[in-house]
């Protein structure tokens, strides 16, 4: 079973208003293993970059007008991604700017009906708890340190961490190699530092928000057995 862990950066929220494409990062999973193969590109918008969005990924139209438009790297995404399962946080947005690149450069869509949704799944998994990337990297104790800045490869290689926990924990031999990690932003000018490292253990308790909506929940029963002498 071929699954490919996507996440894309861009110049803003809505490619319908035109926004675009800025970064891709993809990795490969094979029978829930990562392979090491991985698909990583910038790309050139071809517009201005907005403050707000260079602030989340720290990319400049200076830098990306130096790397090629999405229609030149059409044929080598389709081809890496193949028929392969895509697995994607908030899929939608991600897919939903794929599909508005591909049109654009006169390829067929993808299908939405091949993602897979990982803020679904933990919203099915943890109900009423946080589902951001991050939130779900300190729940599996998945190491963040130096992640200042978005970066798609980065997201990607976080996201297939979580991705395995989500569906039920990693097995042995299924390591996300950290030092790969380290390697790609030592060579990436713009991405954030992050450390290498062992996995710390997993936490257990809850978050603070928790425990404050389970307090309200016990506070709604009225004399309840647990308190009875």
């Given at each position: ?39 990583h590109c910038y790309v050139n918008p ?184």
């Open positions: 079973m071929r699954e490919i862990v996507l996440d894309t950066e861009t110049t803003g929220l809505d490619p319908s208003a035109g926004h675009r494409i800025v970064e891709i990062g993809c990795v490969e999973l094979v029978n829930h293993v990562p392979t090491g193969e991985i698909f071809e517009r201005d970059i907005p403050v707000e969005a260079e602030r989340v990924h720290g990319l400049t139209i200076e830098f990306l007008s130096t790397h090629p438009i999405f229609a030149t790297v059409a044929a080598d995404f389709l081809g890496f991604i193949g028929d392969a399962t895509l697995v994607a946080h908030n899929a939608s947005f991600d897919i939903g700017f794929i599909n508005a690149e591909l049109v654009r450069a006169g390829h067929p869509p993808v299908s939405t009906g091949r993602a897979v949704d990982t803020v679904a799944m933990a919203r099915r998994k943890f109900p009423g708890a946080q589902a951001s990337l991050d939130a779900l990297c300190r729940r599996f104790g998945i190491d963040l340190t130096g992640r200042e800045l978005h970066g798609a490869l980065l997201d990607a290689r976080l996201l297939a961490a979580v991705y395995l926990e989500l569906k039920g924990g990693r097995q042995h031999g299924l390591d996300l190699a950290q030092e790969a990690l380290a390697r790609h932003l030592a060579e990436t000018p713009t991405g954030p530092a992050i450390a290498a490292g062992r996995r710390m253990p997993r936490p257990h308790d809850a978050f603070d928000e928790e425990k404050v909506r389970h307090a309200a929940l016990l506070a709604k029963f009225e004399k309840p057995i647990w308190l009875s002498e």
